[in-house]
């Protein structure tokens, strides 16, 4: 009993998560379940919201270990506020990438968390980064990440379609997290979703009891 305290307190609250982004035709979603663990074997939390806001039109979603992502983001939004009153601008996208990059792998022998981060500028419109363990940086048009990522990709490969309607994403985002949060036994409870586009944001919450169903429960 001793040595399963110890290892929990090792692994620390790991988010244990479903987590996607996928760019449409003026836009892009980005959203997560709502589960968080500790170890994959206790739930101790049912609502966190793993979508967080870095700056106006920029969001991110965090997996893994829940301490570490929230420092990181936490320095990452400082940065950004300050980096936005220096140049008297809103950040570009990849410019709150790169902060969670450099923060990522300047940390890499600490930290056990990566990023996935969306949002809107006027320079480049919708875009999708990723910021992975250890800190490298790249672009997809759609991402999916964490432990319920592994049920979902035959989905995401067959279904993902360049320029969706703001409504297709919507639904395209909203089956994929339920088909996770139904196979992943560390994924559940709410499905969170942010809408970002140039006219501004919007949030959107499906409860686990009106999200879609695809095979018996």
């Known amino acids: ?70 420092a990181v983001i936490k320095t990452a939004k400082f940065h950004l506020s300050f980096h936005s009153v220096q140049m008297e601008t809103p950040p570009l996208v990849i410019a709150a990438a790169s902060v969670l990059k450099e923060l990522c792998y300047n940390n890499k022998e600490e930290l056990q968390a990566g990023f996935m981060t969306a949002g809107w500028d006027r320079k480049k419109g919708p875009q999708v980064y990723v910021v992975s363990l250890g800190g490298m940086l790249i672009s997809q048009p759609v991402t999916i990440g964490g432990s319920g990522s592994t049920y979902i990709y035959g989905y995401v490969d067959a279904k993902y379609k360049p320029n969706m309607s703001r409504e297709e ?43 879609p169903k695809f095979h018996d429960e």
């Open 1 to 70: 009993m001793e040595k399963r305290c110890t290892d929990s307190h090792v692994k620390g609250v790991s988010t244990g998560t479903t987590i996607l982004a996928a760019i449409f035709d003026g836009g892009v979603v980005i959203g997560s379940d709502s589960r968080a663990s500790i170890g994959g074997e206790y739930v101790s939390s049912k609502t966190i919201n793993k979508v967080i806001q870095v700056h106006d039109r920029i969001f991110c979603c965090m997996a893994g270990s829940l301490a570490d992502a929230q």
């Open 169 to 211: 994403c919507l639904q395209f985002a909203t089956n994929a997290l339920a088909l996770a949060m139904g196979r992943d036994n560390v994924s559940g409870g709410v499905a969170h979703l942010v809408v970002i586009t140039e006219t501004g944001v919007e949030h959107v919450v499906v409860p686990g009891d009106k999200l």
